[in-house]
Protein backbone atom coordinates (compact mmCIF):
# COMPACT_ATOMS: atom_id res chain seq x y z
CA UNK A 1 0.00 0.00 0.00
CA UNK A 2 1.62 3.49 -0.99
CA UNK A 3 0.29 5.61 2.56
CA UNK A 4 0.64 9.49 2.27
CA UNK A 5 2.50 10.13 5.67
CA UNK A 6 1.25 12.62 8.24
CA UNK A 7 3.30 11.52 11.26
CA UNK A 8 6.90 9.65 11.45
CA UNK A 9 8.51 7.96 14.73
CA UNK A 10 12.22 8.59 15.14
CA UNK A 11 13.87 5.57 16.22
CA UNK A 12 17.63 5.49 17.41
CA UNK A 13 18.32 3.10 14.92
CA UNK A 14 18.08 6.37 12.09
CA UNK A 15 19.92 8.60 14.70
CA UNK A 16 22.40 5.93 14.53
CA UNK A 17 22.91 5.89 10.51
CA UNK A 18 22.41 9.11 10.02
CA UNK A 19 24.81 10.94 12.60
CA UNK A 20 27.54 7.99 12.89
CA UNK A 21 27.27 6.04 9.92
CA UNK A 22 25.78 3.26 12.12
CA UNK A 23 25.22 0.11 9.58
CA UNK A 24 24.55 2.35 6.40
CA UNK A 25 25.89 -0.40 3.76
CA UNK A 26 22.75 -2.26 4.77
CA UNK A 27 20.13 0.39 4.71
CA UNK A 28 21.46 1.80 1.42
CA UNK A 29 21.25 -2.08 -0.15
CA UNK A 30 23.56 -0.97 -3.06
CA UNK A 31 21.51 2.04 -3.71
CA UNK A 32 23.27 5.17 -3.62
CA UNK A 33 23.54 6.55 -0.22
CA UNK A 34 22.20 9.92 -1.29
CA UNK A 35 18.69 7.98 -1.84
CA UNK A 36 18.15 6.67 1.09
CA UNK A 37 15.32 7.40 3.31
CA UNK A 38 15.47 7.24 7.29
CA UNK A 39 12.43 6.04 9.03
CA UNK A 40 10.84 2.83 10.17
CA UNK A 41 7.08 3.93 11.75
CA UNK A 42 4.64 6.10 10.42
CA UNK A 43 1.08 6.94 10.13
CA UNK A 44 -0.85 8.64 7.33
CA UNK A 45 -3.58 7.83 4.68
CA UNK A 46 -3.82 5.25 2.15
CA UNK A 47 -2.83 7.12 -1.35
CA UNK A 48 -2.82 3.68 -3.74
CA UNK A 49 -3.26 -0.40 -2.81
CA UNK A 50 -1.98 -3.22 -4.37
CA UNK A 51 -4.53 -5.41 -6.81
CA UNK A 52 -4.54 -8.34 -4.34
CA UNK A 53 -5.23 -5.76 -1.11
CA UNK A 54 -8.37 -6.57 0.79
CA UNK A 55 -10.18 -4.89 3.21
CA UNK A 56 -8.63 -1.56 2.85
CA UNK A 57 -9.82 1.86 0.47
CA UNK A 58 -7.60 4.78 -0.62
CA UNK A 59 -8.64 7.42 2.24
CA UNK A 60 -8.62 5.33 4.87
CA UNK A 61 -6.09 6.52 7.95
CA UNK A 62 -3.55 3.92 9.10
CA UNK A 63 -0.54 2.81 11.29
CA UNK A 64 2.56 0.66 10.39
CA UNK A 65 6.11 -0.20 10.74
CA UNK A 66 8.79 -0.94 7.89
CA UNK A 67 11.51 -3.64 7.59
CA UNK A 68 14.64 -2.24 10.10
CA UNK A 69 16.74 -2.60 6.46
CA UNK A 70 14.48 -0.44 4.45
CA UNK A 71 16.32 1.59 1.86
CA UNK A 72 12.93 4.13 1.60
CA UNK A 73 11.99 5.05 4.74
CA UNK A 74 9.32 7.50 6.54
CA UNK A 75 10.75 10.93 6.49
CA UNK A 76 9.01 11.47 3.23
CA UNK A 77 5.70 12.64 1.62
CA UNK A 78 4.49 8.74 0.78
CA UNK A 79 5.73 5.54 2.33
CA UNK A 80 4.83 2.52 0.41
CA UNK A 81 4.68 -0.56 2.72
CA UNK A 82 3.41 -4.48 2.49
CA UNK A 83 -0.28 -4.35 3.62
CA UNK A 84 0.64 -7.17 6.38
CA UNK A 85 2.83 -4.48 8.05
CA UNK A 86 -0.03 -1.93 8.78
CA UNK A 87 -3.18 -1.78 10.33
CA UNK A 88 -5.99 0.46 10.81
CA UNK A 89 -5.43 3.99 12.89
CA UNK A 90 -9.38 3.54 15.92
CA UNK A 91 -11.08 7.11 15.21
CA UNK A 92 -9.63 8.02 18.90
CA UNK A 93 -6.08 7.50 18.28
CA UNK A 94 -4.02 10.74 16.29
CA UNK A 95 -1.67 10.14 13.66
CA UNK A 96 1.23 11.28 16.05
CA UNK A 97 0.16 8.70 18.65
CA UNK A 98 -0.08 6.32 15.79
CA UNK A 99 3.22 6.36 14.66
CA UNK A 100 5.09 6.24 17.98
CA UNK A 101 3.62 2.74 18.34
CA UNK A 102 4.57 0.40 15.70
CA UNK A 103 8.60 -0.28 15.54
CA UNK A 104 8.67 -0.40 19.22
CA UNK A 105 5.39 -3.07 20.07
CA UNK A 106 7.12 -5.38 17.27
CA UNK A 107 10.68 -5.01 19.08
CA UNK A 108 8.85 -5.59 22.09
CA UNK A 109 6.67 -8.39 21.04
CA UNK A 110 9.97 -10.15 19.52
CA UNK A 111 11.82 -9.83 22.91
CA UNK A 112 8.95 -11.13 24.80
CA UNK A 113 7.18 -13.55 22.55
CA UNK A 114 9.78 -14.73 20.22
CA UNK A 115 13.10 -15.05 22.48
CA UNK A 116 11.90 -14.66 25.61
CA UNK A 117 9.09 -17.28 25.44
CA UNK A 118 6.79 -15.63 27.68
CA UNK A 119 3.54 -17.58 28.24
CA UNK A 120 -0.09 -16.87 30.54
CA UNK A 121 1.07 -17.46 34.25
CA UNK A 122 4.62 -16.57 34.43
CA UNK A 123 6.21 -13.40 35.96
CA UNK A 124 7.84 -10.86 33.57
CA UNK A 125 10.57 -8.64 34.76
CA UNK A 126 10.94 -5.05 32.23
CA UNK A 127 13.87 -2.89 32.81
CA UNK A 128 13.59 0.39 31.58
CA UNK A 129 9.43 0.42 31.61
CA UNK A 130 9.02 3.84 30.99
CA UNK A 131 10.46 3.53 27.47
CA UNK A 132 8.50 2.65 24.31
CA UNK A 133 9.65 -0.38 24.13
CA UNK A 134 9.24 -1.13 27.97
CA UNK A 135 6.11 0.20 27.66
CA UNK A 136 5.00 -2.38 24.94
CA UNK A 137 6.49 -5.08 26.71
CA UNK A 138 4.82 -4.49 29.78
CA UNK A 139 1.63 -3.71 27.82
CA UNK A 140 1.99 -7.11 25.60
CA UNK A 141 3.15 -8.82 29.11
CA UNK A 142 -0.01 -8.52 31.03
CA UNK A 143 -2.33 -9.24 28.08
CA UNK A 144 -1.17 -12.29 27.69
CA UNK A 145 -2.05 -12.88 31.69
CA UNK A 146 1.28 -12.49 32.83
CA UNK A 147 2.72 -10.97 36.16
CA UNK A 148 4.57 -8.03 35.78
CA UNK A 149 7.41 -6.11 37.45
CA UNK A 150 9.38 -3.38 35.90
CA UNK A 151 12.10 -0.16 36.89
CA UNK A 152 11.22 3.16 35.37
CA UNK A 153 12.00 6.55 36.27
CA UNK A 154 9.35 7.74 39.23
CA UNK A 155 7.35 9.96 36.48
CA UNK A 156 6.57 6.47 34.64
CA UNK A 157 5.12 4.82 38.16
CA UNK A 158 1.47 6.07 37.50
CA UNK A 159 1.51 4.96 33.89
CA UNK A 160 3.04 1.70 34.25
CA UNK A 161 0.61 0.68 37.59
CA UNK A 162 -2.25 1.87 35.40
CA UNK A 163 -1.77 -0.54 32.90
CA UNK A 164 -1.43 -3.69 35.42
CA UNK A 165 1.86 -3.35 36.58
CA UNK A 166 2.38 -4.79 40.18
CA UNK A 167 5.27 -3.31 40.98
CA UNK A 168 7.37 -0.93 39.89
CA UNK A 169 11.00 0.35 40.75
CA UNK A 170 12.79 3.84 40.81
CA UNK A 171 16.09 2.39 38.68
CA UNK A 172 17.66 5.69 40.11
CA UNK A 173 18.52 4.51 43.26
CA UNK A 174 20.82 2.48 43.41
CA UNK A 175 20.95 -1.21 44.66
CA UNK A 176 16.86 -0.37 44.46
CA UNK A 177 15.40 -3.40 42.55
CA UNK A 178 17.82 -5.90 44.71
CA UNK A 179 16.65 -4.07 48.10
CA UNK A 180 13.03 -4.03 46.95
CA UNK A 181 12.86 -7.77 46.55
CA UNK A 182 14.59 -9.20 49.14
CA UNK A 183 12.40 -6.59 51.60
CA UNK A 184 9.02 -7.59 49.61
CA UNK A 185 10.15 -11.30 49.26
CA UNK A 186 9.62 -11.40 45.29
CA UNK A 187 9.41 -14.47 43.93
CA UNK A 188 11.84 -15.40 40.55
CA UNK A 189 11.20 -14.54 37.22
CA UNK A 190 10.56 -16.47 34.14
CA UNK A 191 11.37 -13.61 31.86
CA UNK A 192 13.50 -10.51 31.56
CA UNK A 193 12.94 -7.80 29.18
CA UNK A 194 16.16 -5.55 29.51
CA UNK A 195 15.38 -2.32 27.78
CA UNK A 196 18.44 -0.39 29.17
CA UNK A 197 21.36 -2.54 28.18
CA UNK A 198 23.76 -1.85 30.90
CA UNK A 199 25.97 -4.15 32.51
CA UNK A 200 24.24 -3.60 35.56
CA UNK A 201 20.58 -4.11 34.17
CA UNK A 202 22.20 -7.64 33.22
CA UNK A 203 23.56 -8.70 36.14
CA UNK A 204 20.12 -7.15 38.07
CA UNK A 205 17.71 -9.27 35.64
CA UNK A 206 19.94 -12.31 36.05
CA UNK A 207 20.04 -12.04 39.66
CA UNK A 208 16.37 -12.10 39.46
CA UNK A 209 15.65 -14.91 37.38
CA UNK A 210 14.29 -18.46 37.90
CA UNK A 211 17.46 -20.92 38.04
CA UNK A 212 17.44 -23.26 34.98
CA UNK A 213 14.22 -21.81 33.54
CA UNK A 214 14.96 -18.19 33.62
CA UNK A 215 15.00 -16.43 30.06
CA UNK A 216 17.13 -13.08 29.89
CA UNK A 217 16.44 -11.23 26.59
CA UNK A 218 18.30 -7.69 25.73
CA UNK A 219 17.65 -4.90 23.22
CA UNK A 220 21.41 -3.74 22.99
CA UNK A 221 23.10 -7.18 22.35
CA UNK A 222 26.38 -7.24 19.90
CA UNK A 223 24.12 -7.61 16.53
CA UNK A 224 23.21 -4.06 17.09
CA UNK A 225 26.43 -3.11 18.19
CA UNK A 226 28.65 -4.54 15.58
CA UNK A 227 27.02 -5.18 12.48
CA UNK A 228 28.06 -1.55 11.66
CA UNK A 229 31.73 -2.24 11.58
CA UNK A 230 33.72 -0.25 9.85
CA UNK A 231 34.95 -3.64 7.84
CA UNK A 232 31.23 -4.16 6.66
CA UNK A 233 28.61 -5.47 6.90
CA UNK A 234 29.90 -9.25 7.25
CA UNK A 235 32.65 -8.87 9.59
CA UNK A 236 30.28 -7.30 11.99
CA UNK A 237 27.52 -9.93 11.84
CA UNK A 238 30.19 -12.55 12.43
CA UNK A 239 31.62 -11.39 15.20
CA UNK A 240 28.69 -10.20 16.71
CA UNK A 241 27.29 -13.70 16.41
CA UNK A 242 30.54 -15.24 18.23
CA UNK A 243 30.18 -12.84 21.01
CA UNK A 244 26.54 -13.72 21.41
CA UNK A 245 27.72 -17.35 21.07
CA UNK A 246 29.86 -16.68 24.16
CA UNK A 247 27.21 -15.37 26.48
CA UNK A 248 24.66 -18.02 25.85
CA UNK A 249 26.74 -20.27 26.91
CA UNK A 250 28.32 -18.62 29.55
CA UNK A 251 25.00 -17.45 31.06
CA UNK A 252 24.06 -21.15 31.30
CA UNK A 253 27.29 -22.76 32.23
CA UNK A 254 27.51 -19.60 34.73
CA UNK A 255 24.49 -18.77 36.00
CA UNK A 256 21.83 -21.18 34.57
CA UNK A 257 19.80 -19.20 32.38
CA UNK A 258 18.94 -18.22 29.31
CA UNK A 259 20.34 -15.28 27.13
CA UNK A 260 18.90 -14.15 23.90
CA UNK A 261 19.01 -10.62 22.29
CA UNK A 262 15.89 -9.32 20.45
CA UNK A 263 15.77 -7.80 17.28
CA UNK A 264 12.70 -6.29 15.59
CA UNK A 265 11.19 -8.19 13.08
CA UNK A 266 8.39 -7.82 10.53
CA UNK A 267 5.64 -9.94 12.05
CA UNK A 268 1.97 -9.88 10.11
CA UNK A 269 0.51 -11.88 13.46
CA UNK A 270 2.09 -10.11 16.30
CA UNK A 271 0.35 -6.72 14.00
CA UNK A 272 -2.65 -8.16 14.19
CA UNK A 273 -2.45 -8.74 17.98
CA UNK A 274 -1.08 -5.29 18.49
CA UNK A 275 -3.76 -3.81 16.51
CA UNK A 276 -6.50 -5.38 18.67
CA UNK A 277 -4.37 -4.24 21.60
CA UNK A 278 -4.14 -0.33 20.37
CA UNK A 279 -7.56 -0.24 19.19
CA UNK A 280 -8.85 -1.37 22.76
CA UNK A 281 -7.00 1.38 24.54
CA UNK A 282 -4.48 -1.52 26.23
CA UNK A 283 -1.71 -0.14 24.43
CA UNK A 284 -0.07 3.26 24.05
CA UNK A 285 3.11 4.68 23.41
CA UNK A 286 3.98 8.39 25.57
CA UNK A 287 4.78 10.63 22.85
CA UNK A 288 7.26 13.21 24.34
CA UNK A 289 8.02 15.09 21.59
CA UNK A 290 6.50 16.37 18.22
CA UNK A 291 8.79 18.34 16.04
CA UNK A 292 8.20 19.09 12.18
CA UNK A 293 10.23 17.28 9.85
CA UNK A 294 12.38 20.83 9.29
CA UNK A 295 13.46 20.04 12.64
CA UNK A 296 14.69 16.70 12.09
CA UNK A 297 18.07 17.93 13.65
CA UNK A 298 16.03 18.70 17.05
CA UNK A 299 14.51 15.40 16.78
CA UNK A 300 17.89 13.29 16.67
CA UNK A 301 18.87 15.21 19.55
CA UNK A 302 16.11 14.58 21.82
CA UNK A 303 15.60 11.27 20.85
CA UNK A 304 19.41 10.03 21.64
CA UNK A 305 20.17 12.07 24.78
CA UNK A 306 16.52 10.67 26.27
CA UNK A 307 15.50 15.05 26.69
CA UNK A 308 12.30 14.11 25.29
CA UNK A 309 10.83 12.33 28.17
CA UNK A 310 8.45 9.80 26.01
CA UNK A 311 8.90 9.39 21.64
CA UNK A 312 9.99 11.55 19.58
CA UNK A 313 7.81 11.85 16.63
CA UNK A 314 8.07 13.95 13.18
CA UNK A 315 4.94 15.56 11.91
CA UNK A 316 4.85 15.18 8.10
CA UNK A 317 2.32 16.87 7.28
CA UNK A 318 -1.19 18.08 8.89
CA UNK A 319 -4.33 16.46 9.24
Known amino acids: MLVAVR???????????????????????GTSSSTWIPGREFAGVVADVGRDVRGVSIGDRVYGAMSPTT???????????????????????????????????????????????????????????????????????????????????ARHFDRLRDMGVRNVVDYTVKHALRETAERESWAPFDVAVDCVGTRSTEAQAIERLKLGLGRYVTLHGDLGKLIGDERGMIVGAMKAFTEYAKKKTL???????????????????????????????????????????????????????????GKVVLRIAKD
Request: hydrophobic share 50%; proline share 3%.
Open 251 to 309: SRWQKDVGYEQAVMRMDPDAMVEIARLVADGALRVPVGKVLDLDDIEHAFDAARDGSAG
Open 71 to 153: SRGAFAEYAASPAHALARTPNDVTDVDAAAIPFAALTAWRALRDKGGARAGERVLVLGGGSAVGTCAAALARDLGCEVAATAR
Open 7 to 29: AAGVNRIDVGAVRDGYATDVFTA
